[in-house]
């Protein structure tokens, strides 16, 4: 059996390009460490993984192009990339998903996807994201902003239901996990849990966590 693919969406650390709601609380310069310290944090946890052959990574990134890319993730041990492109996150997402069926040659992988404002994510969370992907076509794991810190796909999933979970969904918006949700309720499809997070994008999100 393939191992899951973790897809890590990326957006490259720049002064005054990340963390944008945050900065405006805590100034440019502290909302890029955090930002640079979540993105590696999350790296390291998901290579951990690779290593100990529970899963495959690869970047979907935003933010530089594809020489820069390609220096980056020489330098940060990652041999697998795909540029976001353009449009909202669901397009940024299914487009990740579809980029890397037609690499794989469209072999059936399960894929897990998640972001880079988790400093609370452990192996542990991906490790259980794995297991119950194993038992549902479709999880998540909620934000408490609304919205979820992971999508897990299965392969099991049919090819015609990829689209729901990335349509018709208000994008940073308190009902993105529920819009989410109302695309896959009329398709027949397991949908399971994982513990909900705090995703850093304001300071009230680093409050929570204090």
């Not at 945050?22 to 993105?39: C, E, N, P, R, V």
């Not at 899963?55 to 594809?66: E, H, S, V, Y």
């Not at 119950?132 to 902003?145: A, M, Q, T």
Request: hydrophobic residues 35%.
């Amino acid at each position: 059996l393939k191992n899951p693919l973790l897809i890590i969406m990326a957006k490259w650390p720049a002064y005054g390009r990340c963390k944008s709601r945050l900065s405006k609380d805590i100034g440019k310069d502290y909302a890029l460490k955090i930002q640079k310290k979540m993105l590696m944090h999350t790296i390291l946890v998901s290579k951990f993984l690779e290593r100990e052959g529970h899963l495959d990574i690869t970047l979907g990134i935003n933010g530089i192009g594809l020489a820069s890319s390609e220096r980056w993730c020489k330098k940060i041990g990652i041999n697998n990339f795909n540029l976001q492109g353009r449009g909202n996150l669901g397009e940024k997402m299914r487009r990740q998903v579809l980029i890397n069926e037609c690499v794989l040659n469209n072999e059936k992988r399960d894929y897990l996807i998640i972001g880079s404002d988790l400093p609370d994510l452990s192996h542990l969370d991906l490790l259980e994201a794995i297991s119950k992907l194993r038992e549902n076509h479709v999880i998540f794991g909620p934000s408490e902003d609304g919205g979820y810190w992971l999508m897990g796909l299965s392969k099991e999933l049919p090819t015609r239901h990829l689209i729901h979970p990335f349509i018709n969904v208000k994008w940073s918006s308190q009902d993105v996990l529920q819009n989410t949700l109302d695309n896959l309720s009329s398709q027949n499809l397991k949908v399971g849990f994982l513990k909900s997070k705090v995703d850093i994008d304001t300071i009230k999100d680093l409050e929570k966590r204090n």
